[in-house]
């Protein structure tokens, strides 16, 4: 089942994870050991979030998939 997905910031490219490790998924995707944390700062500028990871020179933010569920 589809978990996250990953968008390189350069060239909008998509990458489907489906593990609950998404660091771990991508590290093997681009066969690499290492990483280094993607950091965004707030639209206030108070605080900093890590939304992501640089890997193999791609800057891939991270995102969560959840199911839509409405109530009716």
Known sequence: MLTHIARDWNTG???QLFSDCPRTELLKMFDSLCCQK???DSKSG???FVTGWIIAGRCLQVY?????REQV
């Open 38 to 40: 993607l950091y965004v």
């Open 13 to 15: 490219e998509i990458f």
């Open 46 to 48: 108070g605080q900093t």
């Open 64 to 68: 969560s998939v959840t199911e839509m």
